[in-house]
């Protein structure tokens, strides 16, 4: 089963990624093709267990590629209306096993005016310049004493933390999660470390920071909330039986974890953690929420549903 890109769009194109390496940019409202590449064949093949599984990320002119396999690995930007190379980076770092692949999408992180680009994989997390593609910072702490740790889930970042997760499938939830301070240059990785979490961590499903707090699932559904900057923890509980591979959403004072079978539990964003309801939809849920215009959008297996407020 291979993983999966997300498609992304603004409101006129939408970009799609393939597990074969193939990019396409269309028009929003017909659908017609504006571009294409093939990224296999310009960048070199993917060496990777689960299939390519990065989604693109669009900010501004251009849109970011993270590829992080066995094989080769690179971080790309291109220009968003013509597919043309703005800049290429190398992201080939020491890492054994299953480690040099990752699955995270690129994110971007603001502080100031100098908005970066976040990727995590290989056993380390690094800022990137958007314009030019020059590394600024990186942080190594993120590898798994496990033939099969690997990074799933994306950098989030808010009040100028960064938080980076790893996985460790099969070890109990004993993954990492660390908290770094994201205006550093070269190796951060003792100096702006904040905190970390090496237990109950997230195996694919990517934290959401919201409000000062940052919140966290595990495949088996132990839902957590830590204080941002000190990783303090607030609250712990189970939630109803996963897998949980979404990713989780946050706003209007909510947050949102979606289970595999399509159980949705909705819980305070606040220090009580308190479960506001529990809902129940048909289908298989592997893909994240997307939130736009006050409205929840849920992509099952065979259907879409969007729910309006």
Same mark, same amino acid.
């Given at each position: 089963?291979?993983?999966?890109?997300?498609?992304?769009?603004? !409101?006129?194109?939408?970009?799609?990624?393939?597990?074969?390496?193939? #990019? +396409?940019? @269309? /028009?929003?409202?017909?659908?017609?093709?504006?571009? *294409?590449?093939? %990224?296999?064949?310009?960048?070199?093949?993917?060496?990777?267990?689960?299939?390519?599984?990065?989604?693109?990320?669009?900010?501004? =002119?251009?849109?970011?590629?993270?590829?992080?396999?066995?094989?080769?690995?690179?971080?790309?930007?291109?220009?968003?209306?013509?597919?043309?190379?703005?800049? *290429?980076?190398?992201?080939?770092?020491?890492?054994? =096993?299953? $480690?040099?692949?990752?699955?995270?999408?690129?994110?971007?992180?603001?502080? $100031?005016?100098?908005?970066?680009? @976040?990727?995590?994989?290989?056993?380390?997390?690094?800022?990137? !310049? %958007?314009?030019?593609?020059? *590394?600024?910072?990186?942080?190594?702490?993120?590898?798994?004493?496990?033939?099969?740790?690997?990074?799933?889930?994306?950098?989030?970042?808010? !009040?100028?933390? +960064?938080?980076?997760?790893?996985?460790?499938?099969?070890?109990?939830?004993?993954?990492?999660?660390?908290?770094?301070?994201?205006?550093?240059?070269?190796?951060?990785?003792?100096?702006?470390?904040?905190?970390?979490?090496?237990?109950?961590?997230?195996?694919?499903?990517?934290?959401?920071?919201? *409000?000062?707090? +940052?919140?966290?699932?595990? =495949?088996?559904?132990?839902?957590?909330?830590? !204080? #941002?900057?000190?990783?303090? %923890?607030?609250?712990?509980?189970?939630?109803?039986?996963?897998?949980?591979?979404?990713? %989780?959403?946050?706003?209007?004072?909510?947050?949102?974890?979606?289970?595999?079978?399509?159980?949705?539990?909705?819980?305070?964003?606040?220090?009580?953690?308190?479960?506001?309801?529990?809902?129940?939809? /048909?289908?298989?849920?592997?893909?994240?929420?997307?939130?736009?215009?006050?409205?929840?959008?849920?992509?099952?297996?065979?259907?879409?549903?969007?729910?309006?407020?």
């Amino acid at each position: 089963n291979a993983a999966t890109p997300s498609p992304i769009a603004d !409101e006129d194109h939408v970009w799609a990624f393939f597990g074969t390496g193939l #990019l +396409v940019c @269309l /028009e929003a409202k017909s659908g017609r093709p504006v571009w *294409q590449r093939d %990224l296999v064949k310009d960048y070199g093949a993917y060496d990777i267990t689960f299939g390519m599984g990065s989604s693109p990320r669009l900010w501004g =002119d251009q849109v970011y590629i993270a590829c992080m396999t066995k094989g080769v690995s690179y971080v790309v930007a291109l220009n968003k209306l013509t597919g043309k190379q703005v800049w *290429q980076s190398n992201r080939k770092l020491a890492a054994k =096993d299953d $480690g040099p692949d990752a699955y995270s999408t690129p994110t971007i992180f603001q502080q $100031g005016q100098q908005p970066s680009l @976040l990727v995590s994989g290989s056993d380390h997390i690094a800022a990137y !310049e %958007l314009k030019t593609g020059k *590394q600024i910072w990186i942080s190594s702490g993120l590898a798994i004493d496990s033939p099969y740790g690997r990074i799933i889930a994306s950098p989030v970042s808010a !009040e100028g933390v +960064v938080i980076a997760t790893s996985a460790n499938p099969g070890g109990g939830g004993l993954g990492h999660v660390l908290a770094i301070r994201g205006n550093g240059q070269g190796d951060i990785t003792q100096s702006h470390r904040l905190w970390k979490m090496a237990k109950t961590t997230p195996d694919s499903s990517t934290p959401v920071c919201y *409000q000062g707090k +940052v919140y966290l699932v595990t =495949d088996k559904g132990i839902a957590s909330c830590v !204080e #941002l900057k000190s990783g303090a %923890l607030l609250w712990q509980k189970r939630l109803p039986q996963g897998p949980y591979h979404a990713s %989780l959403v946050a706003g209007d004072q909510r947050v949102y974890f979606l289970s595999i079978d399509g159980t949705c539990s909705v819980v305070a964003a606040d220090q009580t953690g308190k479960t506001l309801s529990t809902n129940k939809l /048909e289908g298989t849920f592997y893909a994240s929420p997307a939130i736009s215009g006050g409205t929840i959008y849920l992509r099952a297996y065979q259907r879409l549903i969007a729910i309006g407020g």
